[in-house]
């Protein structure tokens, strides 16, 4: 199995400012079409996850352009470039490559 | 409106049975493959079962293998999970998901399974 890791596990971060969160897997994740196959979800308090990156880089429809994501193989990020009070939550990145599908620990992002 | 309403889950036993269902709507179903995939209460998330557009092809986490079925009925918008021999640690919330490009871009709102005695 692909095992996935992201860091921070815990991000307190001030309205305005910029975040950044890393996953990593022990596995590259590109895929011979050139693709990675890598995906970024935000899941909110007491909802369920919602889409936010596929395909390592590309913001799904409705997501917010201060919201990216970069990265090739085993190495990822998603950045925040002004993060807001409705970006509370808990973040996770998918490895769909293989399967079984795995997903990071999850980043607990929090306002202070 | 496009969505995936999920119902079925409840309380049950160890060793016990359950159906969940996930009914889909404003898109076309029978396009998609179609994956469950549960979270344990303040865990992450963890994928179970994914099936083919056509139903032709099932894949399933080791954990759930010869326990859980995954199904569909394109003609009825519907995804099934058939669960038995249920365990303690299957206990979550059930959440069915739609893929498209290699992502889940639409998730329902689960449905609670709890297996205790």
């Known amino acids: 199995d692909i095992v996935m890791t992201q860091s921070p596990l815990s991000l307190p971060v001030t309205p305005g400012e910029p975040a950044s969160i890393s996953c990593t897997s022990d596995?590259?994740?590109?895929?011979?079409?050139?693709?990675?196959?890598l995906a970024w979800y935000l899941q909110k308090p007491g909802q369920s996850p919602q889409l936010l990156i596929y395909?390592?880089?590309n913001r799904a429809s409705g997501v917010p352009d201060r919201f990216s994501g970069s990265g090739s193989g085993t190495d990822f990020t998603l950045k925040i470039s002004r993060v807001e009070a409705e970006d509370v939550g808990v973040y996770y990145c998918m490895q769909a490559l293989q399967i079984p599908i795995t997903f990071g620990q999850g980043t607990r992002l929090e306002i202070k | 409106e496009v969505q995936l309403v999920e119902s079925g889950g409840g309380l049950v036993q160890p060793g016990g049975s359950l159906r969940l269902s996930c009914a889909a709507s404003g898109f076309t179903f029978s396009n998609y493959w179609m994956y469950w995939v549960r979270q344990a209460p303040v865990k992450g998330l963890e994928w179970v079962a994914r099936i083919k557009v056509d139903g032709s092809e099932e894949h399933y986490v080791d954990s759930v293998k010869g326990r859980f079925t995954i199904s569909r009925d394109n003609a009825k918008n519907s995804l099934f999970l058939q669960m038995n021999s249920l365990r303690a640690e299957d206990t979550a919330v059930y959440y069915c998901?739609?893929?498209?490009?290699?992502?889940?871009?639409?998730w329902g709102q689960g449905t609670m399974v709890t297996v205790s005695s």
């Open positions: 596995q590259s994740l590109l895929h011979s079409n050139g693709n990675n196959f």
């Open positions: 395909l390592g880089s």
């Open positions: 998901a739609r893929s498209q490009r290699s992502a889940f871009d639409m």
